[in-house]
Each structure stands twice: as structure tokens, then as C-alpha cells.
């Protein structure tokens, strides 16, 4: 049991790899912002490094940290699970519904520029990945106050995505004060991999957690044939997907708006991304009954009296559809001292199988001329802590653009084995991305 709750800390504390970084989003130099909204266009047209011209990771997760996972007992840390932490002292720090994810996005290809009229125009390709889970606290709660009850886990899901995306994008003035921004993409799926509980019964009692659990498994381009559960899941994730047999394809868009007020110093923005849809062609399906048992009540243990057995059935699967985690994305700035500095709210949704994840983000943005722009933030909802603060800094002189930042830096810490470990921080967004700075340089979408 000890090793895993070690792994889960691992996961959570030390994973470093969302494609969108929210502190980006009120950076006038930087071309990331229009992944957030199309209509958000840089200062001037780019081109992007290969690899380098846009790197972005993210880890999600609204439950688990350090400072709910070990505790000290007696001059020794232990894990949430010991015996002298108390079931309402653990469960209190949880949220009814668990969600953690993982996106990664790399930039292959990516250019921008405005043309006389003042359009602004970009394309790229974009290679993108992420894995979302949702379950409920549900289980914590019985192995943590063991006694009769029964468990609900029908909530859980877990979905994995892997693809290219090409895309085409403008951002033009309707007036004097709306600009719109749409990208169109077309998108190529590589791996796709889902399960959801479709039936699940577990009751405890004061010594044991019986249950039975019972999920469909669907992934793409291969077809798996294994009669064990776990062998089938690993050649789901670990095995090469056969390429020649993921003919697998979608489309997706991205919408937006901003409104210039007051003399351009409230802008008041909002977006939808990723509204779309893969299309896979090649696959298999598996029905997964599971049994499974836990005796003793000795959770820091190696000894527990634990295991499982299941039944699956695997068929080739007909053709399905996926739709992407879309977003939506809300914005509202005010600009003083000549828009030298700006404060900004920023309200981003994204929806998960099973769960809506949501967070409010802000910032105060500091510009010196035309050429450097830096920005601080701290993310409300999603069970943040305070102590946990953003920051991007973006380098956009003609020629050169270098921007580096990340949403969630901890700054409150506590040393294990003489290592220093973030105590409050439960997600992690990083970006960097390196290109060239070309064109005129312009203020406003429209600008002639």
C-alpha cells in the first residue's frame, strides 16, 4: 500500500508536463494567446522553431498535494492512509469528484502575419496529447472508516487522445472597438484509448472492501486479443500503435471576440476552442468484469491481504466517434498608465469526460514599450492554495521572440531527506517557446 500512495505523491508532485497557459492570456507580444482565443492576436507576424517555437505541458489535478498525502507522527512522516490520521481529517481535504489530467502540446510548424488590410492570418501543425481521469472520493472514504457501506464508482472514466492537428486561422476588426479571431483545423488521430464503468458494486464491512466492477474499454487503430485485463490495458498504452491503420480523421474550430471599452483600456474577451471531433476506423472494444478484494485493516502494511481476478472479452470494434475536451474561455482587462500595466481576470472551463474543470485566473501585466511584457497571476478554484502563483515572461523585439512561463509555481515548501518538496502544489503548467518577430509593429488588430 506504501508504494502505492508513493506513486500517486510521485504523480502529482513531481510530474512536470495545459497546452494552454492561462497567465499568456493578457501578453500582447505573444502568438501562444491565440490557442486560448483566435481573436487575441500578437503584436507582430512570426515564425515559430520547429519543436522549439512552442512546447507546452500540463498537469491538472484538484485533490491531491503534499500537504493532504503525508503528515507527521511521532517525528515521522507518513502517508494519509496511517492509522493516526483520521478519516475526516483526510476526506475533508478531498472534493466529492477527483479529477486529474495531462496534456502535452508541441508546435511542429507555426507562422503568423498581417496583411495590408490589417488581418491578421496564422497556420501551423500541432501534435498534441492528453489523459484525463475522473472517479469520486467515495473509496478513499472506505478504506479510510472501514465499515458497511456501499461505494459508488460510476463516475469513473478515463480517456486518452493522441493527435495532429493542422491548422488555418484569421483574426480581423469588425469596427472600431470588436475584433473576431476563428481557426479551422484538421485533425489526425494517432491513439485513442477510453473506458467508463458502466456497473459497480463494492460494500465494506469493518475489515474488508469486496466489489465487483464492471467497464468498457474502447482504443483505436489496433486490435487486441488478451484475456487478461491488465495485459489488455498495457497493449492499449504501451504497445506502437500500427500507423497504417490509423486512417483515423476529424475537424475542429476555434471562435472568438474582444470588445475594446473606455478608450481601449477595458477589453472584455471570450472564446470556444477545440469544438470538434476524431473520427476513429479502426479499433476493439473490451467488455471488463473485475472481482476484487482488500482484508486487514493495517493500510501501512505490505502485508495486506489484497487481490483480484476478472473476465475479459475483446471484439473488433466498429467505427466511433470522440469529441475533444473543448474549452471556454472568458477574459476581462483594464489597462492604466497608457496600458503600461493591466489588470486581468480570466475564467477558463474545460470539458473532461464525466467533469467540467474550471479555474479563475489573475494577473497584473507589466509592458516596457514594445519589446517586453511580464506577467504575475494566481489561480482561484481547483482547490488552490495560496502561496501558489504564476508567471511568463515574454522577450518580442523585431527579429527575436523568446517567451518562457508557467501557471502554478509553489512557494511554500518542506524538506524530506534533506530535499526541499512543494508542500501546497497540486497542478503544473510550463511553456517556452523560441521564434522570429518579423512586420510591422502593431497595436491593434486593424491597424493599417
Known sequence: ????????????????????????????????????????????????????????????????????????HEGETVTALHSSVSADQFLSTLPKKISIANSEQVNILGVGFYNRRGTYWNFGINMRSYLAFTTNRDLFAAMKSLGNRSIDMRSTALDMNIYAEAYIGAAFALNDWLDFGVRAKGLWGLFNANAFATEADVTTSRTEILGTLSAQVRGAGMIINSQDAIGALEELILEKPDLSQTNNGGFAVDLGVNASLLDRRLNLSAAVTDVGFIRWTKGATLDVRGNFYYRGVDLDSEQVDAGASSDVQSQESRSYSRFLNANLNVGAEYAILDEQISFGLMWHNQLRPNYIWSELTASVNFRAGRWFDVSFSHTFLGRNRPGVFGTAINIHPNGFNLFVGADFIDTTFYRSSEILVPKNLKSLSLYIGLGFNFGKYRQYIGDM
Do not use: E, H, W
Not at 500500500?1 to 506513486?7: A, E, G, N, P, Y
Not at 512536470?16 to 503584436?43: C, E, H, I, V, W
Open 1 to 72: 500500500m506504501k508504494r502505492v500512495i508513493l506513486s500517486l505523491i510521485a504523480l502529482c508532485a513531481v510530474v512536470t508536463a495545459s497546452a494552454q497557459l492561462k497567465t499568456s492570456y493578457f501578453m500582447k507580444g505573444s502568438y501562444f494567446r491565440t490557442d486560448l482565443n483566435p481573436a487575441l492576436a500578437p503584436t507582430r507576424g512570426y515564425v515559430a522553431l520547429p519543436a522549439i517555437g512552442g512546447l507546452g505541458v500540463d498537469l491538472s489535478n484538484n485533490a491531491f498535494s503534499m500537504r493532504n498525502l503525508t503528515y507527521k
